[in-house]
């Protein structure tokens, strides 16, 4: 019996929301889905549809309402996570089936209580019928239980851990791929439904973008992109034109191939539980991979959950298996000779040719004596040899590569070294492409197990310097770390040392040499003493290796090898403190003076070493030279060395003349060096060199003679004197056909010796003083030019000449000064910037004639009535001009060209100029020269000279030097002309706020010697600074003025 209620007057808005949800619920997904938890849950909507439809229309009961607002609420939910299980992609689901399963049980849960909720709301005289089905449906839902399934759960569980970023095998990855086409319902061979499915997750709007989900979507792309379910590797390429051959193998069979690796397999097994067939190491890999996951081992093609792991090998497979490979093998050999014997060479089959011969030769290594017995390692040698630029830079790494991996055979590795593998592969170190020169690196370490092959490659040209330039360039750091392991296998072998020291590599060297037997060492000085070395080898083994030659010296045997090596060393300017350091000077003097051993060869070794030594800087003056601790430039040292010269050969006699020079040019020892042979006589043991007839001697003894003059001018000069050998000089400075060195030298020399006035005139002469100006003059018309150190020297000897006939003027010397005007050329000379000497001798002579000319007006000054000055210096400044102009220097008339005269020579400011040089003595050359301007300072002219070189800038570049004073002589002679102008009342004046000065001038009154106290004392009396004993003088002075 129904019951009917009265009805509402319209359906609740929740019965709307209800039917929307069971709608969406209950609808059929696009495509076929493989999940079995919302076709369950759609079954429990479809029950409670038909249940709904029984309640309508709905009774006007507020629990009833209630219970459905609930349901309404609940299926709303509900009907959102099957959306996701239906519209969603499957891999989000499979990914996600845990989190969707418990989201609908819970939603089952919830719709259960609802449900006994709207039975028990339903009245008690109402259809039973209706709370029965609500009652058992509730009980339903209640104890259903939405699980996922044991092959959703190995899936999900599987796409987490690859998630983690961990490195798969191509075996496990087709593994997964297995599993995941039988969650999501498709063929493990449909790549392009792989594909797809990526790509649906890929852009799935349900996707939360969670880092987890990322992870596996990345994970996947990397499976899918190294996933391929053809065979890659051993099937061979059907592109060739040689198709149609009847012994072309067929495509490997389907049963070939490992259904994890997509490979042929070389050692099949078969899963006993589930009799399939699979490559050992995949499976076991496979199975491997389950346990580290923490899930049970299964079958990757059927999915069966395996209690035993027990392989067996499938043994009738590789036999089938070996015997398809072998008539691949021998079809790709084949086919390799017939590309790379062609003519002319085809690029692509050459590459097909080497890419077979390579697939084989790294997949089948017992197979390689195939390819050598088919001569193919002698075609591609072949090929490298002969048409190495035609196949370029690619084929020639493919090739190397090739050669590399067949080079694991013992006899083609005999082959390649008879054709001359080695010199092609050090070619390709310079080749175009890294991967060129990194197989060529590789085929050569291959080659350095072998000694033999190893002195094979040292001794290809270039091939040391290429490697040790490789190993060198960090910007490739696998070719230079191969290219340094080459190297190190090379310097193993003891017949490479040369090789490698040749090429900058002098690490065994050394080693041999610290560490080696005495034999060996002596090997190793001889090695040394033999090679043509660099500047920075030769630093590099002097440093590393001088105290053993040192050492070496000591024994017979090891004499001659180390002292060509100490020469050959001592050649370097750089290495002459290393030797000194090594105490190497007493052992070379030892063998030198050793009169028990008459080998001229071994004392010409060792004088050449010590001339090299002593010829540079190096401290070796603070050196001992001898076993009693005598240094190079002691007495007994130069007595000894001076006495070889009569003992021994020629040869020898020039390299002692040459230690001689060496230790005589020595600032520190040119001195001492010089009295120790005049002292004895021992420069008439030099003399007879002189005259030498070889041009060697000669320049030798010239310019140690040079040396010597600096010092002992007046020994040397008496020496000459007593051998007649004066005019030597002369005839030598004249003489054309002698070397320029000796010419310069026998300049230097003539200026040097202290002569007479009559050996000034007698020797030189008016043609020698007029062919030197005329030089000289020459010299100053070359615009910038540059000077060598022989040159320059001439030019200092020069001047030097000329400065003879500057110091004892009589009329003669007079009119060859002035005819000659040499005034002018010394005042040319000032403005040599790079020759300290030549300005200095310049100003010299400068100082010279201003001095004369000046002694000349005070002997003949006269009133002014009778003609002044120049009545009287008609003669000495040239002759009288009509309309003479009064010189302030000499208080009358001098020649506008007067060469007596500094201030109608032009002469002033470039000493001025010149007080600003670097080099004191030039300094001081210059101040004696412009001192002579104010020797007469009681002159009724001083003011108008003291105005001249205020005008020319003398007195402020005198006062700026005196307060930056280097030395005590300097100063002194500086104050003395500073004194000397404050004594002009203006001058005093104008300097006496001049706090530069004042201080200067304090300084040396407190610090000064003597004279130098005494003129600080008048100059600052005169700057009224100090009230002093000068005062009177000082007064008088002003007063007569």
Not at 313 to 334: C, D, S, T
Request: with cysteine; proline share 4%.
């Amino acid at each position: 019996m129904s019951i009917h209620y009265s009805p509402s007057p319209s359906p609740p808005p929740a019965l709307h929301s209800i039917r929307r949800s069971l709608s969406d619920i209950s609808s059929p997904p696009p495509d076929h889905r493989p999940f079995d938890a919302p076709r369950r849950f759609a079954a429990f909507a479809h029950r409670l549809s038909h249940l709904l439809l029984l309640l309508l229309p709905p009774p006007h009961s507020p629990p009833l309402h209630t219970a459905l607002k609930g349901l309404a609420a609940e299926l709303s939910k509900a009907a959102e996570t099957v959306s996701v299980y239906n519209n969603g992609s499957k891999i989000l689901v499979l990914v996600n089936c845990k989190t969707l399963s418990s989201a609908l049980q819970q939603r089952a849960t919830a719709l259960a209580a609802w449900l006994t909720l709207l039975a028990s709301a339903l009245p008690d005289a109402g259809d039973d019928e209706l709370r029965k089905k609500a009652s058992d449906l509730s009980r339903d839902m209640k104890l259903a239980q939405f699980k996922v399934t044991e092959n959703e759960e190995r899936v999900r569980c599987t796409l987490e851990k690859e998630g983690e970023g961990r490195e798969s095998s191509k075996a496990v990855q087709s593994g997964i791929v297995m599993d995941l086409a039988r969650a999501l319902g498709f063929d493990p061979g449909d790549r392009a439904e792989f594909c797809n499915q990526v790509k649906l997750f890929k852009n799935d709007p349900f996707r939360s973008h969670s880092v987890p989900e990322r992870r596996v979507l990345m994970s996947l792309e990397r499976i899918l992109s190294n996933w391929s379910v053809e065979p890659v590797t051993v099937t061979p390429n059907w592109d060739f034109e040689i198709v149609d051959d009847a012994a072309a193998p067929v495509f490997a069979f389907k049963s070939f191939l490992c259904p994890l690796t997509k490979e042929v397999m070389r050692d099949p097994v078969v899963v006993l539980e589930s009799s399939q067939a699979y490559e050992r190491t995949a499976i076991e890999y496979w199975f491997e991979r389950c346990i580290q996951d923490g899930r049970e081992p299964t079958c990757p093609i059927t999915g069966t959950v395996l209690k035993s792991l027990e392989l067996k090998p499938n043994i009738g497979l590789a036999g089938a298996i070996e015997e398809w490979v072998g008539r691949v093998v021998e079809y790709q050999i084949k086919s390799a000779v017939q590309y790379l014997s062609e003519e002319p060479l085809s690029v692509d089959h050459v590459e097909r040719a080497l890419d077979h011969v390579y697939k084989v030769s790294e997949e089948h290594p017992t197979r390689r004596y195939i390819i050598r017995n088919a001569g193919v390692v002698l075609l591609i040698v072949t090929v490298l040899s002969n048409n190495s630029k035609t196949i370029g830079s690619h084929l020639r790494s493919k090739a190397l590569m090739t050669l590399l991996s067949i080079a694991k055979d013992e006899e083609s590795r005999k082959i390649m070294l008879e054709r001359g593998i080695t010199r092609l592969a050090v070619h390709s170190l310079i080749g175009s492409s890294e991967k060129e020169r990194e197989y060529a690196i590789k085929l050569l370490l291959e080659f350095c197990n072998d000694e033999d092959c190893c002195v094979r490659i040292a001794s290809e040209k270039g091939a040391l310097v290429l490697l040790s330039s490789i190993a060198g360039n960090m910007e490739y750091p696998s070719l230079s770390n191969s290219a340094e392991e080459v190297l190190s296998r090379i310097e193993r072998v003891e017949d490479n040392v040369q090789c490698l020291a040749a090429a900058g590599r002098f690490g065994p060297l050394i080693s041999r040499l610290h560490d080696g037997s005495v034999g060996v060492k002596i090997d190793m000085a001889s090695l040394v003493g033999r090679m043509t070395l660099t500047n920075s080898c030769k630093e590099q083994i002097a440093r590393q290796g001088a105290r053993v030659f040192v050492e070496l010296l000591s024994s017979q045997e090891g004499r001659g090898p180390s002292l060509q090596a100490l020469y050959n060393l001592s050649a370097l300017d750089g290495n002459a403190t290393i030797l000194i350091e090594s105490s190497v000077l007493a052992p070379l003097i030892e063998v030198l003076f050793d009169e028990l051993d008459p080998s001229y060869d071994l004392k010409s070794l060792a004088a050449s070493t010590i001339a090299n030594i002593v010829s540079k800087p190096g401290h070796w003056e603070l050196a001992s030279a001898d076993k009693n601790g005598n240094p190079m430039q002691s007495e007994i040292i130069v007595l000894r060395l001076l006495g070889l010269l009569n003992c021994l050969s020629s040869q020898c006699q020039v390299t002692v003349l040459r230690i001689l020079c060496g230790i005589a040019s020595s600032p520190q020892a040119s001195e001492l060096v010089a009295s120790h042979i005049m002292s004895e006589g021992g420069f008439r043991t030099v003399l007879p060199f002189l005259e030498h007839p070889e041009v060697e001697h000669r320049v030798v003894a010239f310019k140690l003679t040079r040396l010597l003059s600096e010092w002992s001018s007046q020994n040397i000069a008496n020496e000459l004197r007593l051998s007649n050998k004066l005019t030597i000089l002369k005839e030598k400075l004249l003489n054309n056909q002698s070397t320029s060195d000796e010419r310069s030298d026998a300049a230097q020399i003539l200026s040097n010796l202290s002569l007479s006035a009559g050996e000034v005139q007698n020797l030189l002469g008016g043609d020698f003083v007029e062919r030197t100006a005329v030089t000289l003059k020459n010299q100053r018309r070359v615009p910038n030019a540059r000077f060598s150190h022989t040159a320059s020297g001439m030019q200092e000897g020069l001047v030097g000449l000329l400065l003879h006939f500057t110091r004892n003027l009589d009329q003669q010397s007079l009119n060859m000064v002035r005819e000659n005007r040499l005034m002018a050329i010394f005042c040319e000379q000032l403005d040599y910037t790079s020759k300290p000497k030549v300005k200095r001798l310049a100003a010299i002579g400068l100082k010279n004639l201003s001095e004369f000319g000046m002694s000349v007006t005070a002997r003949d000054s006269k009133p002014p009535s009778s003609g002044g000055f120049c009545s009287s210096l008609v003669l000495v400044c040239g002759r009288g001009a009509s309309q003479p102009s009064t010189c302030p220097i000499h208080n009358g008339a001098c020649d506008e060209d007067s060469q007596l005269c500094l201030l109608k020579s032009n002469c002033i400011k470039p000493l001025v100029d010149t007080l600003n040089d670097n080099d004191t003595d030039v300094q001081l050359a210059a101040v004696d020269a412009l001192s002579t301007l104010v020797s007469d300072y009681t002159s009724r002219s001083f003011k108008r000279v003291v105005d001249e070189l205020e005008q020319l800038g003398a007195v402020d570049s005198l006062i700026t030097l005196f307060t930056e004073v280097r030395t005590e002589e300097l100063r002194e002679k500086t104050i003395w002309m500073i004194e000397k102008i404050l004594r002009v009342e203006s001058m005093s004046n104008r300097h006496a706020l001049n706090h530069s000065l004042v201080r200067g001038l304090v300084e040396a009154f407190k610090h000064g010697n003597t004279n130098t106290r005494k003129h600080a004392q008048d100059a600052l009396t005169l700057l009224k600074q100090l009230s002093g004993v000068s005062g009177k003088t000082s007064s008088q002075t002003r007063a007569q003025r």
